[in-house]
């Protein structure tokens, strides 16, 4: 499958917006409780925050992302470890007790680990090529 780099750099764009966006929106601009109520270790306010300097990180490679293949890959292992820290945290918590104090902490926790698988797969395909292309 051949992904133009014009596409590529849509991707970057899309991961970093879902980090800011998603954190701003689910956390209503981190005055959301609920979240670091229930994994206060990763999504406190300081996690949520560094969520988003993550996704800024995304966004500033967005189109110098084939200089920087080490850093990819570095957001590659970022989005794995989220990925299985959420998948851990869910074969350990009921999310429907989430639902039942807030809605969107319960969104926030359904979805933001397939979030980080996506672009765990993403990042990984982009280091990958990058790396072929040297």
């Known amino acids: 499958m051949k992904i133009q780099d ?3 750099t849509y ?3 899309a991961a970093g917006l879902m980090n800011i966006g998603g954190v701003l929106t689910f956390s209503r601009f981190f005055t959301n409780s609920t979240i670091a109520e229930f994994d206060p270790a990763v999504m406190s306010n300081f996690g949520l925050v560094m969520i988003v300097i993550w996704g800024l990180a995304y966004i500033a490679i967005a189109k110098d992302f084939e200089k ?3 850093l990819v890959a570095v957001f590659a292992i970022e989005k794995l470890i989220y990925g299985f820290v959420w998948a851990k945290w869910l074969m350990n918590n009921d999310l429907a007790a989430i639902y039942a104090e807030d809605n969107m ?3 926030f926790y359904t979805i933001y680990g397939a979030n980080d698988w996506l672009f765990f797969i993403f990042f990984s395909f982009v ?3 990058t790396l072929a292309r040297k």
């Open 68 to 70: 920087v293949n080490w």
């Open 105 to 107: 902490a319960g969104i």
């Open 127 to 129: 280091f990958i090529r």
């Open 11 to 13: 991707g970057f764009i």
């Open 6 to 8: 014009k596409t590529i």
